[in-house]
């Protein structure tokens, strides 16, 4: 086949980025003629107001981005089309682009943004949801949930329910992918078609393979932000002198890591890695730490990585998170935001080696059973044959004032 892969990247690279790279790879490695379209957020020039009238227009309707999509598609002609990231500077008025070619469109759930303007549920310290369900995200405007801008969070809002009035998300897309059950039901809760959501988790494109020595630290690698459990973390090492720890991240933590780690002899805050160099540091930990809070997490891309290795976790007992770590199985559970939770349960990884070995056996046969290139690629190719089977015929683009009002009065 002729693949399309669309993905607007970020400024900071993470895991979006990697399962694009990822998936590109793996479908040219299986012999299909892989194309792709992608913008850059170090495009935005943040320099006046007329920038910002511009972004927030583009970000309800990338006209630029449509015109481009066009021109390649009729002169490409892919088989399908699969989307991950389109915000802001594809937006999705490129779903309408395939759609009028023909092109069957997939997309990819990588984050809640289309049930939640911050894309976290998650706001001042706990779980949020106010905006679940609504035909407008009223609550997170209040809130300035996205980037703590009034402004900001209206252009999200206001571009999710203008493509809720023009039926975009139930139309113009053929298959989503959620990565796991607990956001499936997430997003049929929010009003995406049932049908058409498909679970597909992530992979490893290549096997680092089972570690050969038990660990000696605990490892926490993400991005280093409220809702991914840093500051439950920190506070939970206060009492955990004895069990050393290796954080490797960046994010809007990080000075607050760094002061304690120069508080704390027993935790390191590591520089910038290399993804061998990440692997490697997988390996040399006897358990990863996984605390996020809330519902931020559609997946969990360094779970996998650490079963591959052979690591067992120690993960929030919520979300998705439950259901990729089994508790007692493939590493533990505390309670989300339970500082001591956490710290009994990191207590008890280290004084029980042999429990947490026995569980990073358990956690790399649990990758080769679910998370390998081969068990992936057969599951997507199953959903882009769904999505050709949905192929519709050619459809005029409706963004005009009439249509618009009209699909709103029915």
């Known amino acids: 086949m002729k693949l399309l892969l669309v993905h607007n990247r970020y400024r900071q690279p993470g895991g979006e980025d990697e399962v694009f790279l990822r998936q590109s790879e793996l479908l040219r490695s ?5 194309l792709e379209y992608t913008r850059h957020n170090d495009e935005i020039v943040d320099d006046g107001i007329l920038s910002k009238a511009n972004l ?24 399908l089309a699969h989307f991950h990231n389109t915000f802001p500077l594809i937006s999705p008025a490129a779903y309408y682009a395939c759609q009028r070619e023909g092109i069957p ?16 549920f998650y706001r001042e310290g706990r779980v949020c949801q106010d905006c679940l369900g609504r035909f407008v995200s009223w609550p997170g405007v209040v809130h300035a949930c996205y980037h703590n801008s009034y402004l900001q969070t209206a ?9 809720r009035i023009l039926g975009t998300w139930q139309e113009q897309v053929d298959a989503y992918i959620a990565f796991t059950e607990f956001f499936r039901q997430k997003f049929i809760s929010a009003g995406l078609p049932r049908e058409k959501i498909f679970v597909k988790p992530h992979f490893l494109g290549t096997d680092p393979g089972m570690k050969q020595e038990m660990g000696d630290y605990a490892l926490f690698l993400s991005r280093l932000a409220p809702e991914k459990g840093v500051l439950t973390l920190l506070k939970a090492w206060r009492s955990l ?7 490797a991240g960046k994010g809007p933590m990080e000075r607050n890591v760094e002061q304690f780690a120069r508080e704390n002899p027993s935790v390191c805050l590591l520089p910038h890695l290399s993804r061998k160099e990440c692997f490697d540091l997988i390996k040399g930990a006897r358990f990863l730490v996984w605390p996020s809070e809330g519902h931020n997490e559609t997946f969990g891309l360094v779970a996998i990585e650490a079963f591959a290795c052979g690591t067992p976790v120690i993960a929030s007992r919520t979300g998705a998170m439950t259901e990729i770590v089994e508790d007692h199985k493939t590493g533990l559970h505390f309670t989300a935001g339970d500082a001591d939770d956490l710290a009994a349960k990191v207590h008890w990884a280290w004084t029980h080696p042999d429990k947490m070995d026995e569980m990073g056996r358990t956690s790399r046969a649990e990758y080769k059973s679910k998370y390998t290139a081969e068990k992936n690629y057969e599951a997507l190719l199953g959903i882009y ?26």
């Open 241 to 247: 002198g004895h069990v050393p720890l290796q954080i």
């Open 56 to 79: 927030a227009a583009r970000t309800l309707w990338a006209w630029d981005s449509v015109a481009r999509l066009r021109t390649l598609l009729r002169r490409e002609k892919p088989d």
């Open 30 to 34: 299986a012999g299909h003629e892989v």
């Open 385 to 410: 044959r769904k999505a050709l089977e949905k192929r519709s015929t050619p459809k005029d683009n409706p963004l005009t004032i009439r249509a618009l009002m009209q699909r709103y009065r029915t």
């Open 155 to 163: 252009v999200v809002a206001g571009m999710l329910a203008g493509h």
């Open 105 to 120: 469109v997939v997309q990819s759930l990588h984050n809640a943004r289309l049930m939640c303007p911050a894309a976290t």
